[in-house]
């Protein structure tokens, strides 16, 4: 018993929200609930329950079947997959210090625990006994009889899964690949927030003299980030993808446009942030992983359970695009060099600010001028009309509470009104936020006692913002493709009505493919007569700016496809090493590109490798190739809407839903796509949309600007 003064002292801590009922509308995370304490006793605990679930699995002396052994497996350690989406969607989004130390320390368990669950010999046999018996020919009343494709298809999924994590390795084997795994968490995290704290470290400060010849919503929003700063009068500039494309392609100080380029493509190469070694340490431990799991590279060990298959089928399709890229962009510097001197001395950091000049001069056609027509909202709300053309759907707010006050929260009600999800949305840069654009998921779908579990979906950008809180944030027309993009990835995963977990996700190579299929909607005719308004006079863009987007859209195609591929040749020529030796980066990176296959010097590969988040931090290593893999499915996809005469053909649109966006993983991408298409896709419509061969129907000029 105490006295009335020390029970006064003992004050309840708050409860931890991951351990109650969320009472919170859709489904949604109780944002301002959840404290960065309350994160490591979650994960201990859903880590524990996790392992009991294991245990109970393993150790059950029925005979192992698919309802108790796959179907167990397949259903545990849901806890664990509540924590992770809440905390690792916040460590991207919106991230500090004591996230960062914590994603330090959590990511290195989890990759123990995922080990110790995949390892598990007992385990391994049970799945390996369900596996064997369904492959095996047996008697019609037999195990493979009495399941359907779907639960052969997962029983074989989560036996190569478990082949592919180690299980069938010697003791000694396991162990070391635990040590691997281990250290290549921690590292790739590190990764990550080096990059992110060496973008936050530049500011770029100009007077008004320095901003003189930018356009006025540049000048306002580098002036507002001055103000921001506590530096008020002064226009500064950053790396986030909004200011520094606005000084590439605007200023006319060439030394202000190098100071930028050379400060984001020299991003930890060198100094407090740098990741050369990290590269090297992260390259040697996956080579020497996939030698263990029986692979040459770990380029060949990714690939396996893609729709490529093999590092070589990647290369094919990349040598098949390179010199019609190579040639293009070529033929885009010649128009370029005769702007800038007489002596033909072009730099990289030219390379916007000329195009720009060739844009106005070819097409008449500017960001600045199409911006009033994209305003956030008016896009926002075009997408939201598409999307209830093609499938049927309608958008609700949710009044609720986000883990940010920018955000914005939407209901999704299904063509009979039932809700099918919820998508947060999140359009700014912060100093808390990852450079770029993706979707997540806060909640993913399920089925719990045989009821699917809506998801909820966050889309998460870094947009322009607007002028002042009583303006409208006014879009770039890529940046409007970017939210195009996104959303076609919150489509997939509202879409998803898998059965089981283990076939809720496709091949990486795959995932790409609604987002950017969504992204051909953007600057369609039809569509921009859809959504595009002026948000001053509430006028549809006119015609002749339709026009003018739809013959620029070849406009600088050479240069944006020469960037991505060099990428994804740097990707699949680091991760096809086979025999590691400490290298160079920077030499690395030249012999492969410069040397090997004539890049041209005034074209920066999209992403050098110190900063190349997706392969280094993110889940695209050996596989950003996919963009493009993706694209051949995509441009084949949307000519089939065009030829049946509507883009916003609704039955070809329910086909689609049905075959490829509500199918999850339950069949390989390519049988989904010829299910959805009756055949192979072609892959002549993305040569001519990337303008890559002669298009009878649209060309290009190619002519000098006076």
């Known amino acids: 018993m105490c006295t009335i003064f020390a029970c006064k002292k003992r004050v309840a801590a708050p409860e931890n929200p991951f351990f109650t009922q969320w009472h919170t509308p859709l489904g949604i995370p109780p944002f301002d609930l959840i404290r960065t304490e309350h994160y490591r006793p979650a994960f201990d605990s859903a880590m524990k329950s996790h392992l009991a679930q294991i245990d109970s699995i393993k150790t059950n002396p029925a005979p192992p079947d698919f309802a108790n052994t796959i179907l167990a497996f397949d259903r545990s350690g849901e806890m664990l997959d509540r924590v992770s989406d809440v905390f690792f969607s916040l460590t991207m989004a919106d991230t500090n210090p004591a996230m960062q130390a914590l994603e330090e320390e959590i990511s290195p368990k989890l990759a123990a625990h995922s080990d110790t669950i995949m390892m598990d010999s007992l385990l391994f046999a049970r799945i390996k006994t369900v596996y064997t018996q369904t492959l095996t020919e047996q008697p019609r009343d037999s195990l493979k009889s009495s399941l359907d494709s779907l639960q052969r298809r997962l029983t074989e999924k989560t036996y190569r899964d478990f082949v592919r994590a180690g299980a069938a390795l010697s003791p000694a084997d396991r162990n070391r690949l635990r040590a691997i795994n281990k250290e290549l968490s921690t590292l790739t995290v590190r990764f990550g927030n080096n990059v992110l704290a060496a973008t936050n470290a530049f500011h770029l400060e100009l007077d008004s003299a320095g901003v003189a010849d930018l356009p006025y919503e540049i000048q306002h929003a580098a002036r507002q980030r001055g103000k921001d700063a506590g530096k008020d009068g002064t226009y500064l500039f950053d790396l986030s993808a909004p200011s520094r494309t606005a000084l590439l392609t605007y200023s006319g100080n060439a030394d202000l446009r190098r100071k930028v380029y050379e400060a984001y493509t020299g991003l930890c190469d060198g100094g407090q ?378 039955k070809i649109a329910a086909s689609l839903r049905a075959n490829i966006l509500s199918a999850g993983g339950t069949a390989d991408g390519m049988a989904l796509y010829e299910r959805f298409r009756g055949a192979p896709p072609s892959r002549e419509p993305l040569l001519r949309h990337r303008g890559l061969v002669p298009d009878s129907t649209q060309q290009a000029p190619v002519v000098a600007p006076h």
Not at 477 to 498: I, P, S
Not at 578 to 591: G, L, N, S, T
């Open 273 to 650: 942030w740098d990741n050369k070694q990290i590269i090297n340490d992260i390259i040697r431990l996956r080579t020497e992983r996939a030698h263990l799991l029986g692979f040459p590279s770990h380029a060949a060990w990714v690939l396996d359970e893609q729709m490529a298959r093999t590092p070589q089928a990647v290369y094919a399709l990349l040598d098949d695009l390179w010199p019609h890229a190579k040639d293009r962009a070529n033929k885009e510097l010649e128009q370029m060099k005769p702007l800038k001197d007489s002596t033909g001395n072009f730099d990289p950091w030219d390379w916007w600010y000329y195009a720009e000049k060739v844009r106005k001069a070819n097409y008449a056609l500017s960001d600045e001028a199409l911006r009033p027509y994209f305003s956030l909202e008016n896009v926002k709300l075009g997408i939201f009309e598409l999307c209830n053309r093609l499938y049927g759907i309608t958008f609700r707010p949710v009044p609720a509470k986000a883990y940010n006050d920018e955000c914005q929260i939407y209901q999704i009600l299904d063509r009979d009104n039932s809700h099918l999800g919820v998508i947060i949305m999140d359009f700014f840069p912060r100093p808390g936020k990852k450079a770029g654009a993706w979707c997540g998921d806060f909640v993913r779908m399920r089925y719990q006692n045989g009821k699917r579990v809506a998801p909820v979906t966050t889309i998460v950008c870094n947009f322009t913002r607007p002028l002042s809180a009583d303006d409208p944030a006014l879009l770039s027309l890529e940046e409007t493709e970017t939210f195009f993009h996104e959303f076609g990835h919150a489509l997939h995963a509202l879409f998803n009505t898998a059965p089981y977990n283990g076939l809720r996700d496709v091949e990486r190579d795959f995932v790409e493919f609604p987002s950017q299929l969504m992204e051909c909607w953007a600057t369609a005719p039809e569509a921009l007569r859809l959504y595009a308004v002026d948000y001053r006079t509430g006028a549809a863009m006119p015609q002749y700016l339709i026009d003018k987007i739809t013959r620029s859209s070849l406009f600088n195609q050479g240069f944006a496809t020469v960037e991505y591929l060099a990428a994804s040749y740097s990707d699949m020529d680091i991760h096809t090493i086979d025999d590691f030796k400490p290298f160079d980066v920077a030499q690395f990176e030249r012999m492969a590109l410069n040397v090997k296959r004539g890049l041209p010097e005034q074209i920066a590969p999209r992403y050098h490798y110190p900063y190349f988040n997706h392969i280094f931090s993110w889940d695209y290593s050996a596989g950003y190739y996919s963009y493009i893999w993706a694209e051949v499915l995509v441009q084949d996809a949307f000519d089939y809407f065009r030829q049946s005469g509507d883009i916003f053909n609704s």
